[in-house]
T-cell receptor, first 112, second 118 residues
């Protein structure tokens, strides 16, 4: 069956370090993969999109990689700050209508 | 633009009652999505529309759920009769694809409606 797994439900890191979040998938062949941020009580907010033919995408302190052989995307936040604390969701296109399917998310806490 | 608008923000109802959730997408967007989020199942797509036409409703749990989009500015999701297991946060999202695949475009989410069915 199709499955999207995001690493450990919660990740705690020290301020200033690099946070690395993992999104693994099986039985999909996504053309695109997106990352969203969700704060408590709010809807998800789009961060980055990466295409299957792109290895890496950057935006300010964010970096996303996409390895279609490993069926994995990594999401990095460099020089992390307490304000980066949130739940991060990966989403990939799936199904015949190519709509987005979301992973369960990883809750990141950056400790001051 | 005010973003995606959802109402009500919170809804508490009793089992068996009809519930109506409302959404106003961002003006000019041609796709509208309804999602449900729970701790157990995460964020699930229920149904989505393109130019007011339902495209995929395979995520709708059962016949108790229905959704309509009578025009480009409004959609509603109805649950009748409601059950305690319907308790969740329901999100509406919209996107403007510009002719590109729907999964290529970022989705703009509303603040959600927290539904509690007692």
């Amino acid at each position: 069956s199709q499955k999207i797994e995001q690493n450990s439900e919660a990740l705690n890191i020290q301020e200033g370090k690099t946070a690395t979040l993992t999104c693994n998938y099986t039985n999909y062949s996504p053309a695109y993969l997106q990352w969203y941020r969700q704060d408590p009580g709010r809807g998800p907010v789009f961060l980055l999109l990466i295409r299957e033919n792109e290895k890496e995408k950057r935006k300010e302190r964010l970096k996303v990689t996409f390895d279609t052989t490993l069926k994995q995307s990594l999401f990095h936040i460099t020089a992390s700050q307490p304000a980066d604390s949130a739940t991060y969701l990966c989403a990939l296109d799936s199904g015949s209508a190519r709509q987005l399917t979301f992973g369960s998310g990883t809750q990141l806490t950056v400790l001051p | 633009d005010a973003g995606v608008i959802q109402s009500p923000r919170h809804e508490v109802t009793e089992m068996g009652q009809e519930v109506t959730l409302r959404c106003k997408p961002i003006s000019g967007h041609d796709y509208l999505f309804w999602y449900r989020q729970t701790m157990m199942r995460g964020l699930e797509l229920l149904i989505y529309f393109n130019n007011n036409v339902p495209i995929d409703d395979s995520g709708m749990p059962e016949d108790r759920f229905s959704a309509k989009m009578p025009n480009a500015s409004f959609s509603n999701l109805k649950i009748q009769p409601s059950e305690p297991r319907d308790s969740a946060v329901y999100f509406c999202a919209s996107s403007g694809t510009g002719g590109l695949p729907v999964s290529y475009n970022e989705q703009f989410f509303g603040p959600g409606t927290r539904l509690t069915v007692l």
